[in-house]
């Protein structure tokens, strides 16, 4: 079975761009978060989606966005790139908690973003 | 104080010895509690999960959780080299289902 998978896995980008990451996730699971690892720094949680819907969100500017698709991949934008956005930008997947108990969530390899 | 508390190490130890890596949290809503491993540059990867309080073994790793004191363990015995990463405690709950992480622990083994 496949697991997580984003794309693509290095990208560079110029400061003011736009870009777009994309994430798969696991055959089954409805629940996508998206967070930021820069370097040093821990996990900083950016969005979850759940059934298509933006459940919860980090604290991140509002140039950061995503959306979930009715297959439950998604994709999460960023706007007018800074230095500092320079991260691995990693989604995970797992089922709802309602309900269920198998929750665990499981990431992908992440994408590299460098803005330069 | 941050709703999960993780010590950041960097932590060294010999090869074989028994690793205790720990997190404490502040929110009671948590029901699910992960542990990741984390290599450099890579992703987290899935080590242990446990739902409630109580212990899990997977082989040469044990999670624990113990929610009246909001203290979560993994253990690794017979550690081996190739246990060197950050490990991650993470946890949601129900209604919370962001997945809330602690900062990571760095562990080496030294062959």
């Known amino acids: 079975e496949a697991g997580v998978t984003q794309s693509p896995t290095h990208l560079i980008k110029t400061r003011g761009q736009q870009v777009t990451l994309r994430c798969s996730p696991i055959?089954?699971?409805?629940?996508v978060y998206w967070y930021q690892q820069a370097l040093g720094l821990g996990l900083q949680f950016l969005l979850w989606?759940?059934?298509?819907?933006?459940?919860n969100r980090g604290n991140f500017p509002p140039r950061f966005s995503g959306r979930q698709f009715p297959n439950y991949s998604s994709e999460l934008n960023v706007n007018a790139l800074e230095l500092e956005d320079s991260a691995l930008y990693l989604c995970?997947?797992?089922?709802?908690?309602?309900?269920?108990?198998?929750?665990?969530?499981?990431f992908g390899q992440g994408t590299r973003l460098t803005v330069v | 104080q941050k709703e999960v508390e993780q010590d950041p190490g960097p932590l060294s130890v010999p090869e074989g010895a028994i690793v205790s890596l720990n997190c404490t949290y502040s929110?009671?809503?948590?029901?699910?509690f992960m542990w990741y491993r984390q290599y450099s540059r890579k992703g987290p990867e899935l080590l242990m999960y446990?739902?409630?309080?109580g212990n899990k073994e997977d082989g040469r790793f044990t999670a624990q959780v113990d929610k009246s004191s909001k203290y979560i363990s993994l253990f690794i015995r017979d550690s081996q080299p190739s246990d060197s990463a950050t490990y991650l405690c993470?946890?949601?709950?129900?209604?919370?289902?962001?997945?809330?992480f602690g900062t990571g622990t760095r562990l080496t083994i030294i062959p």
């Open positions: 929110n009671s809503a948590f029901q699910y």
């Open positions: 446990t739902y409630s309080s």
């Open positions: 995970a997947s797992s089922f709802p908690s309602a309900g269920q108990h198998n929750t665990e969530a499981f």
């Open positions: 989606y759940d059934e298509g819907e933006e459940r």
């Open positions: 055959s089954g699971h409805t629940s």
């Open positions: 993470a946890m949601k709950g129900f209604v919370l289902e962001k997945l809330t």
